[in-house]
């Protein structure tokens, strides 16, 4: 899942810890479901190049929460693995 | 000479105080209805200001003037196509950034607008300042501050806005994007300019080159030849970034409202965390979380069946005070028995409606406008996507527990049609307090509670895969959670004593006449002797097949009145309250199985017709009712091969 560029990887939103802050690169489109969720997303700020903060995750693969565009959203954990971040992992 | 008339929408994202200032501007001179054609309500008022008579619109929140959800599809065509003198844009000063996305959208509507800033108070406490001169000359629009939940800045607004509608209105700013996504707009812009369309061209610009269906459609009746240069453009711009066109769109906008927000406002990080962000952390905390919400939820169940009980008993007590008074005037004769028969009905009515649903609807009211209900949701989440629902349907499924009435409303919680659908569903299921009296009255107490706590796990058990398989059958898109948490406020008393105002009339409007019929129905059929040829009828099924009495068949019609009614009928029909005399323990158990799950009780069927309409509403009940049978019958035989 993990892809090396430049220095910084590529990972799923949902492998973040808390706390942690990483770079939207890309939305995975869900297969057959149109692109409903894709905009909704983008709606709220959530697009390529966005700054986005893992403030926690619920226990048992609960939703996360995350900081973005200086709002607090709540993101389902499916939803969470199709938003790829970029972050710098030594 | 009559009053001159002016039409104002107020629109921004949800929760930035758009119904508190509704209220304020429209006090009680509300309607509310339904969009025509629409599931999307429809918040309509009147104040008279100036001379002036000024219907107030206050349209769904949202996040953009797409077409992702209804809401955002009847928004965008009142504002675009029914074209209101202004439009009031609310925006949360706290944050700027995501409400000034909406913002301009509006703008490229190019409509008439002025904007509240609303929630100055919030956007303080966290160390947010706002250059408001600086904003309005960057926007071209006229932006008041206010504190929508004080009444601050209110009437400055209305005035503002009534000024704006006299003096003919500027027109906003040209929000420009970046490089080249402006000269394309741009060019699409020319080609359009010459078409005569009931849109901005610069809008219809955007949205082909955010591949809308809607707007395509239209312009493919005037011009193909422009939606295929359109297409074209857009293959250019995602082949120069990488992304698709609707992507690259979204983020040139949002690059654009960053900018402007980050121009206005000038950001002090208090010291230490505000109390609404201690609230915040406590109450999503990974272990603590839990208990709170669990402590929290059992209070107010507690608070609202005491409170329940005691004023429906005391409503009984009072309401059936008079049945002397009205057997002297009508007698007790045919006539009587009738018109008292319709009397019981709103009485049934009244003590289930008022004492339950009005302090249900103050409380999820409260817990929404504060910003619990989207901690409760956050925490749930989990446990609902089993049942392909998200963490927001917890909360009618945990009401149902209660009333399923209740339960059925606050479905409106959910997103989509089909969710609000499931979980509905799913709420009819929950046994009720009326269903737990059944339950505890007749197996707990004469067969053990061993015997009825299994069956509140069967219950659970079929409420669980009965949800699951309404998922899997139901068509569309289970959707995952996506959703704001903002930070919590005091909630705005009047509006939330108006909104459940208005719901409680609503329901009354909806249950009454159906409850009325009901039981004058059951009463006509009492007094024409029909009941025991029904029960006749109804034996194959009762005593063949469920191995009951003959007489549970009357019991069970007079349960979809009110549940509890199964048991208080079986007693005066049997003669006796002692079922162990009259009743098998089998019977006993199929009976109360069969009564937990056969139909949502009238009342409850009036919720889902109100919510789902006639077709759906009958579906569940007719399914429920086939499900209780079977089910009824094939734990008759297991129990029986058992030797129970």
């Keep these: 899942m993990e892809r090396q560029n430049s220095g910084r990887v590529e990972v799923p939103l949902s492998t973040l810890r808390d706390g942690e802050s990483g770079v939207v690169s890309s939305i995975t489109p869900c297969h057959g479901r149109g692109w409903g969720f894709e905009k909704r997303l983008m709606d709220l700020g959530i697009t390529p190049g966005t700054k986005i903060t893992v403030v926690k995750s619920a226990p048992f693969h609960g939703p996360v929460e995350i900081l973005v565009r200086g709002s607090r959203l709540a993101l389902g954990r499916g939803m969470a693995d199709r938003i790829l971040v970029e972050v710098d992992r030594k | ?644």
């Design chain 2, 1 to 644: 000479m009559r009053e001159k008339k002016l039409v104002i929408a107020l629109a921004g994202n949800a929760n930035v105080g758009k119904s508190v200032i509704f209220n304020y501007l429209t006090g009680l001179h509300q309607h509310i209805g339904n969009w025509p054609g629409k599931t999307v309500e429809r918040a309509e008022g009147t104040l008279h200001f100036r001379g002036y008579t000024i219907d107030i619109i206050d349209l769904p929140g949202i996040y953009s003037l797409s077409t992702y959800s209804l809401e955002e599809l009847v928004s965008r065509n009142y504002i675009a196509v029914e074209r209101p003198d202004l439009v009031i844009n609310v925006i949360d000063a706290s944050v700027l950034e995501r409400n000034l996305f909406f913002t301009l959208q509006l703008i490229e509507l190019e409509t008439p607008m002025i904007i509240a800033l609303n929630q100055m108070d919030i956007a303080r406490e966290k160390g947010i300042e706002i250059d408001i001169e600086r904003l309005e000359k960057i926007l071209k629009v006229p932006v008041i501050p206010t504190i929508a939940t004080k009444g601050v800045g209110v009437f400055q607004l209305l005035e503002k806005a009534v000024e704006m509608i006299e003096k003919g209105t500027i027109k906003p700013a040209k929000i420009e994007y970046g490089g080249e996504v402006e000269e394309k707009v741009n060019d699409l812009v020319k080609m359009l300019e010459k078409l005569q369309l009931k849109y901005p061209p610069r809008y219809v610009a955007i949205k082909l080159l955010e591949g809308d269906q809607e707007i395509e459609q239209k312009v493919n009746w005037i011009s193909p030849q422009i939606v295929s240069t359109a297409k074209e453009i857009a293959k250019e711009i995602e082949r120069l970034h990488g992304h698709s066109c609707p992507t690259v769109i979204t983020s040139e906008r949002y690059e654009v409202a960053g900018c402007i927000a980050r121009e206005v406002q000038r950001l002090v990080v208090p010291a230490k965390p505000s109390i609404s962000e201690k609230l915040h952390n406590i109450t999503t905390h990974k272990i603590i979380g839990y208990p709170i919400m669990i402590s929290l939820l059992l209070l107010i169940f507690y608070l609202i069946f005491t409170f329940g009980n005691y004023t429906s008993d005391l409503l009984n007590n009072i309401l059936y005070g008079y049945k002397p008074l009205f057997t002297d005037l009508f007698g007790s004769g045919f006539l009587g028995t009738i018109v008292w028969g319709a009397i019981e009905g709103v009485i049934a009515g009244t003590t289930i409606a008022l004492p339950y649903i009005v302090p249900f609807y103050i409380i999820l009211y409260l817990l929404e406008d504060s910003g619990y209900l989207s901690r409760i949701a956050f925490l749930m989440d989990n446990v609902m996507h089993k049942m392909g629902l998200h963490g927001k349907a917890f909360i009618p499924v945990m009401l149902g527990f209660g009333c399923n009435v209740p339960a059925c409303l606050g479905c409106r919680i959910m997103e989509t049609e089909r969710e609000r659908l499931i979980a509905a569903f799913v709420s009819t299921l929950v046994p009720c307090a009326a269903r737990s009296v059944i339950i505890l009255g007749l197996v707990g107490a004469f067969m053990g509670i061993q015997w009825a706590l299994m069956l509140y796990i069967i219950d659970l058990l079929i409420i669980f895969s009965l949800g699951r398989l309404a998922f899997k059958v139901l068509p569309g898109e289970p959707t995952a959670l996506i959703m704001e948490m903002h930070d919590y406020k005091l909630p705005h008393f009047g509006t939330v004593l108006k909104e459940t105002w208005f719901r409680v009339a609503e329901f009354i409007k909806i249950a009454f006449p159906l409850i009325i019929v009901g039981s004058l129905a059951i009463k006509l059929a009492e007094s024409f002797g029909l009941l025991e040829p029904i029960a006749t009828i109804l034996s194959p099924v009762t005593v063949t097949w469920l191995g009951l009495p003959a007489v549970t068949g009357i019991t069970l019609i007079f349960g979809v009145l009110r549940k509890e009614l199964t048991l208080v009928m079986l007693a005066t029909l049997m003669g006796t309250a002692n079922f162990a005399i009259v009743l098998t323990p089998v019977q006993m158990f199929v009976l109360a199985l069969v009564a937990m799950l056969y139909i949502p009780c009238v009342a409850t069927i009036a919720a889902l017709v109100r919510e789902f309409g006639w077709k759906k509403a009958s579906f569940i009940a007719i399914f429920e009712i086939a499900f209780a049978i079977i089910l009824g019958g094939v734990t008759f035989r297991l129990l029986t091969l058992a030797n129970i």
